[in-house]
């Protein structure tokens, strides 16, 4: 089982930065694909980017291509989020997810959410 623990929110300005960070816990990091998603209110939740376990297989959001960059630490339990040129339309609550298995296309594991904010 994978538990997954969101942290790095906060309030910014438009164009600063912000590094989100999703410790896992229990037996090991998972080794499945993992992703960040979030979901703005009364909006639904969107992807925004995922990383394979070697982290040599990324995929974005065109929203955030070329501002944010995926990245996990695998000996460290640890996947981030780097957020840079920060938009208000970036404001949402962020969640970690993990896939359940090898061959799952679905995220079974989720965080508990980060809330970002970018002020105008």
């Known amino acids: 089982q994978v538990q997954l623990v969101e942290s790095g929110g906060g309030l910014v300005q438009t164009g600063g930065s912000l590094r989100l960070s999703c410790a896992a816990s229990?037996?090991?990091?998972?080794?499945?694909?993992m992703g960040w998603f979030r979901q703005a209110p009364g909006k639904e939740r969107e992807f925004v980017a995922s990383i394979s376990y070697s982290g040599l297989v990324t995929s974005y959001a065109d929203s955030v291509k070329g501002r944010f960059t995926i990245s996990r630490d695998n000996a460290k339990n640890t996947m981030y989020l780097q957020m840079n040129i920060l938009k208000p339309e970036d404001t949402a609550v962020y969640f970690c997810?993990?896939?359940?298995?090898?061959?799952?296309?679905?995220?079974?594991?989720w965080g508990q959410g980060t809330q970002v904010t970018v002020s105008s």
């Open positions: 997810a993990a896939r359940g298995s090898l061959t799952s296309a679905q995220y079974d594991y």
């Open positions: 229990g037996r090991t990091f998972s080794r499945n694909t």
